[in-house]
């Protein structure tokens, strides 16, 4: 019982601290987690499950100095980045695949979608900094 209370107060601790608008600048080196994943096509309801369920990665780096997206099977480019006070929108393409990431600058969270001529997977998450 002890460790899971610790565990709550480290998580509460993390929970309210502020976050350093920094961290999500284009600055460092991030580490993100997918939670929520969509497979949508013209025509029909989106299919909404896992992450894994969709086969996008469990964990992914963005590299900002190289500028690279990197998962345990592929790397992809970041061909573009465009910044405003609210995000960071990240764009390129990978596999036959357009792809963009819209990073919130204040909290981490991201959407990113994939998509080629037959439908679109959409996914939603989180960043942090390494």
Known sequence: MKKIIGLAAVAALYA???VVAADFDGSKLLICAPVEAMDCVSGAECFKGNP???GAPAF???????KAITGPK???PIRHIETD???LLLQ???????WVLA???KTGKFSATL??????FVLFGACTPL
């Open 115 to 120: 998509t080629d001529r037959e439908g679109t």
């Open 60 to 66: 992914m780096r963005i590299d900002f100095a190289s």
């Open 92 to 98: 390129g393409s990978e596999l036959g695949y357009g």
């Open 103 to 105: 990073l919130d600058r």
């Open 74 to 76: 592929h790397s992809t």
């Open 85 to 87: 006070a609210d995000q």
């Open 16 to 18: 309210t601290s502020p």
């Open 52 to 54: 894994d369920d969709v």
